[in-house]
């Protein structure tokens, strides 16, 4: 179901993608899959956020944030924090806060040795630049 849902997402069809998504919540809730549920709660993400849902987006951004701490994906973390740091940024216009997550997700990324913490730093660096302007 989460492929089909992504499927249908790739193809415009947001109403069947978002149906086939929380279908796939629903059974990984049963069988207690949180890895995946944390996935599809990203996928689920980005479509609420095309859609002009921001707060609904940004309370799956924690909720998959939640369950990652959970499951100590600690990556995941990473790249959730930067995700929803930039979705304050850009459709809250809440830098503060879309700093703070910068920073977490900079902070774990510079831990692993990533080389995604230079696209994270030039984040940042974009979201100082919204703010002071």
């Known amino acids: 179901m989460h492929c089909l849902a ?3 997402a790739n193809q415009g069809e947001v ?3 978002i149906a086939f998504y929380e279908q796939s ?3 990984q809730e049963k069988i207690g899959e949180v890895r995946v549920k944390a996935a599809t709660l ?3 993400v980005g479509i609420y956020a095309n859609q002009g849902e921001v707060a609904k987006a940004i309370a799956l951004y924690e909720e998959s944030l939640e369950l990652k701490e959970k499951i100590g994906d ?3 973390k990473a790249a959730s924090f930067a995700m929803l740091g930039q979705l304050l940024a850009d459709k809250k216009r809440d830098f503060d806060k879309a700093l703070n997550y910068l920073q977490q997700s900079l902070d774990i990324l510079q831990h692993l040795r990533s080389p995604e913490a230079e696209t994270v730093r030039r984040i940042i660096a974009e979201v100082q630049r919204m703010a002071d302007g």
């Open 6 to 8: 992504g499927i249908y």
């Open 15 to 17: 109403a069947k993608a």
């Open 25 to 27: 919540l629903e059974l």
């Open 42 to 44: 990203h996928c689920l």
């Open 74 to 76: 600690v990556r995941g």
